[in-house]
């Protein structure tokens, strides 16, 4: 399974993006699939991440309230709105083990390439 991520781009702060993350080769199927994120300097860490129905989501406490994932059954997309500058950074979508993902890395298989995402103040 490959993923593809794309959407990421250069905008000002308080602007939205919409990521959309595509599988090849094969759908989810019954997978979570989450977002994570890279800054500059730093690890990567989770963002959000969707159960493989849309039941279930969870987010970071840093994007709540302004980032809103969702799926379909072509993609699945993070709505990220009221962007901030510590927002920058690479958007990795990944594609859990099973239905329900979480926020650690470890329980996800497949990663996209990333897509950056850059927002000036």
């Known amino acids: 399974v490959q993923l593809q991520a794309s959407g990421g781009g250069l905008v000002q702060a308080g602007g939205s993006l919409r990521l959309s993350c595509v599988a090849s080769g094969r759908t989810f199927g019954n997978n979570a699939v989450g977002w994570f994120r890279r800054a500059p300097g730093k690890e990567r860490e989770f963002v959000a991440t969707i159960s493989w129905r849309g039941e279930r989501i969870m987010y970071a406490d840093s994007v709540k309230g302004r980032f809103a994932i969702s799926r379909d059954s072509a993609a699945v997309y993070l709505q990220m709105n009221n962007l901030k500058p510590e927002d920058t950074a690479v958007y990795y979508c990944?594609?859990?083990?099973?239905?329900?993902?979480?926020?650690?890395?470890?329980?996800?298989?497949?990663w996209g390439q990333g897509t950056l995402v850059t927002v000036s103040s």
């Open positions: 990944a594609s859990a083990l099973g239905p329900y993902g979480g926020s650690s890395e470890e329980r996800y298989r497949y």
